[in-house]
């Protein structure tokens, strides 16, 4: 069974600060993808980066970048120039292996509550 | 753009009563997934489909049922609701098995 765990339960940052957000998983597979997912309080969950584990190279949107650790199984979550706007809870996930049966299903953690602070 | 459109946003059970949700996606997308999100413990996959006609268990089935009948429409049952279903209910979809998920506002579900 797959595993995610975000040990931050809540964080806080400045606005135009930078804030880390951490995650760690575990999974059997060798292929896989990892996400970032937001929830604003608005509610509605929506895709903020995707990483494929293949792949050694960082992913990056724009103020948001990851690094992954593949070896030590750690997905954490980099916020640039901190806005107001990216005041929600953030949501780590691994899918369950790229191809094969894993119909693209998500195991989630329990989420990062951020409050960007004027 | 409607997306992924939930209903309804907020309902309120008695123990025993039945009910539906309905997912309704408009992006033509062949996988849709119904969640249940819970305090301190992430979302949580109910049951999902990887096509029309096509239903399957995620981690936590137990208490629900499904249907997708057309492929725009993802329908989630509770036929006798517990108090321990009340939650919020999302339901994504998308296009490929990628794991790239549009969701929708969600439903609040109280069961007394």
């Known amino acids: 069974a797959q595993t995610v765990t975000q040990s931050q339960p809540e964080m806080s940052v400045q606005e135009a600060e930078t804030v880390t957000l951490s995650c760690t998983y575990d999974t059997s597979e060798n292929n896989y993808y990892l996400f970032w997912y937001k929830q604003p309080p608005s509610r509605q969950m929506i895709l903020v980066i995707r990483?494929?584990?293949?792949?050694?190279q960082n992913a990056t949107e724009n103020r948001f970048s990851v690094n992954f650790q593949k070896a030590a199984k750690s997905f954490s979550l980099k916020i640039s120039d901190s806005q107001l706007g990216d005041t929600a809870m953030y949501f780590c996930a691994v899918d369950g292996g790229i191809g094969g049966t894993s119909y693209g299903k998500l195991t989630f953690g329990q989420g990062t509550i951020l409050t960007v602070h004027p | 753009n409607a997306g992924v459109t939930q209903t309804p946003k907020f309902r309120v059970l008695k123990t025993g009563q039945s009910m539906t949700l309905l997912c309704a996606q408009d992006?033509?997308?062949?996988?849709m997934y119904w969640y249940r999100q819970d305090p301190g413990m992430g979302l949580r996959l109910i049951h999902y489909s990887v096509g029309e006609g096509t239903t399957a268990k995620g981690e936590v089935p137990d208490g629900y049922n499904v249907s997708r009948l057309k492929k725009q429409n993802f329908l989630l049952g509770l036929e006798s609701a517990a108090p321990s279903q009340t939650s919020v209910y999302f339901c994504a979809s998308s296009r490929f098995n990628t794991g790239e998920l549009f969701f929708g506002e969600g439903s609040r579900l109280t069961v007394l």
């Open positions: 990483q494929e584990a293949y792949k050694q």
């Open positions: 992006m033509n997308h062949e996988y």
